[in-house]
């Protein structure tokens, strides 16, 4: 299992839901992600950081 930390930015907002991209990544696909497991405070264009599981604005 792979724990290293990754970086996502907030592709788009649709409800409930978020809808991300992992940066430096050329191919990378949506990640769809309930939007009450990320921090209150997203927006479309906000960076995430994944690591342990939990999502932390950057």
């Known amino acids: 299992m792979d724990l290293t930390g990754r970086i996502y930015r907030v592709n788009r907002i649709d409800g409930?839901?978020?809808y991300l991209l992992q940066e430096e990544k050329e191919d990378a696909e949506e990640k769809c992600v309930a939007r009450a497991l990320l921090p209150a405070e997203?927006?479309?264009?906000?960076?995430?950081?994944?690591?342990?599981?939990?999502y932390e604005l950057l």
Do not use: F, H
């Not at 997203?42 to 939990?54: H, N």
């Open 42 to 54: 997203i927006a479309e264009g906000s960076r995430l950081l994944y690591e342990c599981l939990q």
């Open 16 to 18: 409930d839901y978020a």
